[in-house]
C-alpha cells in the first residue's frame, strides 16, 4: 500500500482523497492545508495526521511515497521542488506551472533527485477522448484533416469553484494563475500533443477577457500548426449555446460529438465511408462520462505503471510541453501574431 499525503486538501483536494483507495493500492495519511479553520471540519472526516506548516509536514512525513499538490497554481513549483528535495516523489495538480521555464527547474529537481514527478492530467482518460483515439486508430475516418477541440459553457459557478466560494473567486485572479487558458488549457493542448504525436510547428491564440473578469481571460481560441491537420482548440465560459466537444474530419469520415451546457460528453455521431462505398452512421451514447477521468483512472493505473504493468503514464517532459504550448498562446495572443515553435 503506497502512502499518499496531501498539499492543500480543498474541493479538488477531497477529490483526489476519494481515489486514494485499496483498490487501487493507496492510502491517505496525512495532509497539510494552511488554513486552521479548514483543518477543523477535515480533522472530523478524516483520520489522517493534519499539519498547517509545510516544513513541518516535510520533517515528521518522511515514510510518505507521495506528496500530492492540490493548490492554486502559482504555487506548484515552490511547493514540487520543496517535496522533491526532501526526497518525496510527487504528484502535482494541472497546470505543471505557470511557465515553460518553471517547469523545466521541477523537471532538473526530479531528476536531480531520482523521484517521480506527475501532472493530473485527469482528461486523458475521458471516455470521449479514449473513443477519439480508437476511432482514429480504427481507419474510419481515414486521413485526418481537421481537428476541434472545444469546451464552451457558461457556468455561473467557475469563477468561485473551491472552498472559499465567492469570497475568494480564485479562478478570475491573476495572482493565483487564473483563467480559462490555465484552467481548460492544460486538457486541451494535452489531448491535442497525444492526437498528433509530435510538436507543432507554431502557434496562433487569442485570449478575450469578455464577462466574467479583466485580470485573466474567460475565452480563449488556438491553431496549432501540424502543416497538412488544421487543429484548433477553443475554449469559453460565455457561451450558452455550446459548440461541439470534438469536430474531427477525415478523408473518409466524420466523428463528432455534441457539447453540453455542463461537461457531460455523451452523444456521439461517427459518420464514414467503408471500402464497398457503404456509408455508414453510428451513433453512440457513452455512459457515466461527465469528465469520466475525474473517476479517478489516472490513480488506478498509477501503480500498475509503477509496477511495470502498464506501458505509458503521464510523463514530465510531456507536460512540462503542454505549459510551453500554453504560454506560446498566451504570447501569440499578446503580439497579435504567429509564433514558431523553435526546438
Known amino acids: ?24 493500492q493507496l492510502q491517505f495519511v496525512a495532509a497539510c492545508e494552511m488554513n486552521k479553520d479548514r483543518v477543523k471540519e477535515l480533522k472530523k472526516k478524516y483520520d489522517v495526521r493534519f499539519y498547517t506548516d509545510i516544513d513541518e509536514f516535510l520533517d515528521k512525513e518522511k515514510e510518505l511515497d507521495f506528496a500530492v499538490i492540490v493548490t492554486t497554481h502559482e504555487t506548484h513549483e515552490a511547493l514540487t521542488v520543496k517535496c522533491l528535495n526532501a526526497g518525496l516523489n510527487v504528484i502535482v495538480e494541472k497546470p505543471m506551472s505557470m511557465s515553460y521555464e ?60 473551491g472552498i472559499e466560494g465567492s469570497s475568494n473567486p480564485w479562478r478570475i485572479k ?76 477525415g478523408s473518409k469520415g466524420t466523428f463528432l460529438v455534441e457539447g453540453k451546457a455542463d461537461p457531460v460528453w455523451e452523444d456521439v455521431e461517427l459518420r464514414y465511408l467503408k471500402d464497398n462505398g457503404e456509408t455508414i452512421n453510428e451513433k453512440i451514447k457513452l455512459v457515466d462520462s461527465m469528465e469520466s477521468g475525474i473517476e479517478g483512472g489516472f490513480y488506478r493505473d498509477l501503480v500498475p505503471f509503477l509496477e511495470g504493468k502498464v506501458d505509458k503514464f503521464v510523463s514530465m517532459y510531456e507536460t512540462s510541453k503542454v505549459v510551453r504550448v500554453l504560454e506560446m498562446i498566451k504570447k501569440s495572443s499578446e503580439q497579435g501574431k504567429y509564433l514558431s515553435f523553435d526546438k
Open 102 to 161: 518553471s517547469t523545466q527547474r521541477m523537471v532538473k529537481a526530479a531528476e536531480k533527485n531520482k523521484k517521480h514527478l506527475f501532472v493530473h492530467q485527469s482528461s486523458r482518460w475521458d471516455r470521449d477522448f479514449l473513443l477519439l483515439q480508437e476511432t482514429i486508430k480504427s481507419g474510419k475516418l481515414g486521413k485526418i484533416l481537421q481537428i476541434e477541440s472545444k469546451v464552451t459553457l457558461c457556468d455561473k459557478g467557475w469563477p468561485e469553484w
Open 174 to 249: 491573476a495572482k493565483y494563475g487564473g483563467g480559462m487558458l490555465f484552467d481548460w488549457g492544460p486538457h486541451l493542448v494535452d489531448e491535442m500533443l497525444i492526437l498528433m504525436g509530435k510538436d507543432p510547428k507554431g502557434v496562433y491564440g487569442v485570449l478575450q477577457s469578455g464577462v466574467w473578469s479583466k485580470e485573466v481571460d474567460d475565452y480563449f481560441f488556438a491553431l496549432l500548426d501540424y502543416d497538412d491537420v488544421v487543429c484548433q482548440i477553443e475554449c469559453s465560459n460565455n457561451a450558452r449555446i455550446p459548440a461541439p466537444r470534438w469536430h474531427v474530419v
Open 1 to 24: 500500500m503506497h502512502k499518499m499525503g496531501i498539499i492543500g486538501l480543498g474541493k479538488m483536494g477531497e477529490f483526489h482523497v476519494g481515489w486514494m483507495t485499496p483498490e487501487n
